[in-house]
């Protein structure tokens, strides 16, 4: 469960997460965990979606903009090294006419008639032509305030100390405490301090 993370506090030089924030229940929850198990120095790579079709349905709750970005870095010990917009407006309208529109009406039973010859045109149609000027139109959008989202690397703010060096980097996620001793059986866990036991 992300909202805690089983590992003890500057854990890890390096967090990776890829369009996973929209899908659990408290992002700043779990963006205060990542945090927590980062090393002052390690850096955060993150993918955020903000217009986006919604997928793994029911599990799709959130959207995020560049504004959530910068707080998420002022609330949680970060600062932003890099943030790129993932394209722009004409990306956008690409993503409309190429994907959105075939995932929004492909289930009528008139539009399975023509389904896969009218999709194989639009692919074809894209991966010739529309890509390349759609990526040199992107280029006149210079604000890029419509897009699919966003790409954003932080970086934990204090010394630059890298991985901690206790005999175990597990941490309770029950009563979450960093000086709790955890007993390795196999795969299972079990907490010295609250006696809880949970799995690797």
Not at 67 to 73: C, K, N, V, W
Request: hydrophobic share 40%.
């Amino acid at each position: 469960d992300l909202h805690f993370i089983p590992y003890k506090s500057n854990s890890f030089d390096k967090v990776f997460s890829n369009s996973v924030l929209e899908h659990v229940v408290n992002p700043d929850k779990v963006m205060e965990e990542m945090s927590r198990v980062l090393a002052p120095g390690g850096r955060m790579y993150l993918s955020l979606p903000f217009l986006f079709h919604l997928h793994q349905i029911p599990y799709d709750y959130h959207r995020f903009t560049k504004f959530i970005i910068e707080l998420y870095a002022k609330k949680h010990n970060l600062k932003i090294i890099h943030l790129w917009p993932q394209g722009g407006f004409f990306s956008l309208l690409r993503y409309l006419f190429t994907n959105y529109g075939l995932i929004s009406i492909n289930e009528h039973p008139l539009w399975k008639l023509f389904f896969v010859p009218f999709t194989f045109l639009i692919k074809l149609l894209d991966r010739t032509l529309l890509a390349p000027i759609i990526f040199l139109l992107d280029k006149l959008d210079t604000h890029k305030n419509l897009c699919l989202g966003h790409f954003v690397v932080y970086e934990k703010l204090g010394n630059n100390s890298s991985y901690c060096h206790d005999k175990t980097l597990y941490r309770c996620p029950y009563c979450q405490k960093d000086e709790a001793e955890i007993i390795i059986t196999n795969s299972l866990l079990e907490c010295v301090l609250c006696k809880s036991t949970f799995t690797k």
